[in-house]
């Protein structure tokens, strides 16, 4: 792509930890006209650990400002070694564009994604590549959980210079929480998540999951109000998508999702998304593992979380819950009884 002569397309995948936005940018990723960074903004919280949430907003939005306009050289200011490489990025082997010509040579724009090999030998480039990278595709794609109020972007979303398009991505609070409790690398993510909370007493320890889950269900609800208002000066900017509606029926979920984009589905990209999302191919070694049966996956929750750790999150949650779609449960027989559905008809 000529980036004098045609446009670039925005893309920021919003969501909360947990709830399934690293498969949904995976599912960005493979597209041939996407450009996708896994997580920027996490940068700025290791950088900054003391802080709260709501003051590293606005270095995040500059990052993210960057980025979208192909401008990698805020990144010397948080990569180890001043980002001499690509390969200083975390989870630089996530994105296929850096594993692609311009960005690395070993191999061609046709040939399969596969982390392990782009590891090996594509990390020793220098970060201006990644910049050359960025310039040479149609869509720009960044994810991030980090974002807590979509208010605080707004100056992108009026920047003539951007074509930006948020797709917020929502998860069953139920579900975030199990998942939550099962992954034990979140502290310092949650105290400067619960630093903003009113009379929030920092303390040794793991925070409560109830008390980080009622801060983020009420900051989701927040980003869906925003994206949703009448004033905002430029419309059509913004979908929510629930993740368990991509889970269920993922193809015609991503058609809605790409057609928003701006992006066209291939055969060889629907044979893909298939077979991630039906465990018809073996599972990829590394950070992200997503090939599972998809539907089996969004009803853990149910077997594996404490009832009363439900009806505590049900009432935290409360309002995410009507908002997004989800029923509550009010018993354990209901909670078990898979037959008992949790969701409303997908009305987005």
Known sequence: MDDRQEKQTHIL?????????SFLGQIFNHHPNVFYVYEPARMVW??????????????????LHSLFTCDTSPLHDYLPQNGRY?????????????????ACKAFSMDTEFDRPSCFQRCGYVPLEKMTQACKVHKHVVLKTV????????LPLLQDAK????????????????????????????????????????????????????????????????????????????????????LSINPLSTVEK????????????????????????????????????????????????????????????????MEVFGYRPVRTLKEQRDLNFNVMTENNN
């Open 13 to 21: 995948i919003l969501s909360s930890w947990r709830s399934g936005s």
């Open 46 to 63: 290791v950088k900054f650990p003391q802080e709260k949430a709501s003051l590293l907003h606005y270095p995040v939005r500059d990052l």
């Open 86 to 102: 690509i390969s200083n990025l975390p989870f630089w082997s996530e994105s296929r564009a850096l594993c692609s010509p311009p």
């Open 146 to 153: 980090r974002v807590l109020d979509l208010g605080v972007l």
């Open 162 to 245: 951007l074509d930006l398009r948020i797709v917020h991505l929502v998860r069953d609070p139920r579900a975030v929480a199990f998942s939550r409790l099962n992954f034990n690398h979140l502290r310092n993510e949650d105290l400067i998540v619960l630093r903003d909370t009113k009379n929030w007493k920092e303390k040794t320890g793991t925070p409560n999951v109830t008390n980080v889950m009622a801060k983020i269900c009420s900051a989701q609800v927040g980003i869906k109000e925003f994206g949703e208002k009448d004033d905002i000066s430029r419309q059509g900017f913004y979908m929510m998508v629930r993740h368990e509606d």
């Open 257 to 320: 999702i790409f057609s928003f984009a701006g992006l066209s589905l291939t055969g060889r990209f629907k044979d893909w998304l298939h077979n991630v999302t039906h465990k018809s191919q073996p599972k990829q070694a590394g950070f992200m593992k997503f090939a599972e049966d998809s539907k089996k996956v969004i009803q853990k929750w149910r077997g594996g979380l404490q009832h009363s750790v439900v009806l505590e999150i049900q009432e935290q949650c409360q309002k995410a």
